[in-house]
DNA sequence: CCTTAGACCTGGAGGC
DNA sequence: TGCCTCCAGGTCTAAG
């Protein structure tokens, strides 16, 4: 579940079954999930504290508690589920990596099949955006201040393509392969167009596409391509509306033309060779 | 400073 | 069935 609409999802789902809900004790069984503190001290510091709020940077969830925040990054397939007991079904349970229990009986189940995801925790700051994991990054892609002329700014000097660039999570943070595709798709622009060759009017078509395949895509509940979620919801429905990625071979929808997969900085890149002009 | 392989992990799909 | 290769919504690092 990665992406900025998979992770408002996710976040948004949270918040409505979690809010001001109590942890009562904290079991980690993959000690690399906890990233900034030992795991041990992870489970003893959340154990007793309330979730009271709840927000996202770029693919980052903010977990606000009563007296730390609490980060987490699902990289490619971390999950949450609720459940009222441990699942059964052993291919589930396999890759539950962390089980918090909650003061009204449900546990919170941390899954993740590959082992990507991790959480940080830290004494609560100012704001969460303070925080050292957020030093770096770029501004968030539904931040209205990340538009074309911010976009143009961050990459009108560099040579990569603009597809690895919409992926630099130091440039906006947020856009993955799927939408990174869709977008570049919108503008008509070649991913493999190198940034220094785009135009101020370029970076501001990219960021109003941007804005929409967003918004489309956040009302769709976001894109489930694979499904690894065994019955529990939070699937979206964005992946019918998909112009380019996962099509190849397939008509272009707006012209006929057959889309193309290429590699643009080892990520595999969908594009219409027709319709998406290079700069 | 910038850019690009390689690493981190597991499992599903497709070819032979 | 087994074995092999490639693929996957992400990001950090080491090396050029």
Redesign the pocket.
Known sequence: ???AP?VQNVIDTLQQELQDVGIVSVSITHP?LSENIPYEQMEEKLAGQHLRAFSRH??YLILQTDDYDWIC?L??EGKFLLEDQLPENE?IR??IHAVFTLDDGRLLCYRD????GRMQLYDKAEHPLDLPCFQQAGRDVLDPQADGAYLYEKIHR???AIK?AL?D?HVIAGI???YADEILFAAKIDPRSSCSHLSLQDCQTIMNECCSIMERAIAGK???????SFGHGNQ?SFQNQLMVHTRKGQPCRECGEEIIMVRV????TYLCPNCQKLR
């Open positions: 579940m990665p992406e998979e690399k770029g693919k990054h990289r490619m291919k396999k890759h099949t590959r082992k990507f560099r040579s990569i690895s992926l999570q993955g392969n799927i976001g894109t489930t391509i694979r499904s690894f979206g900085g080892q990520r595999s």
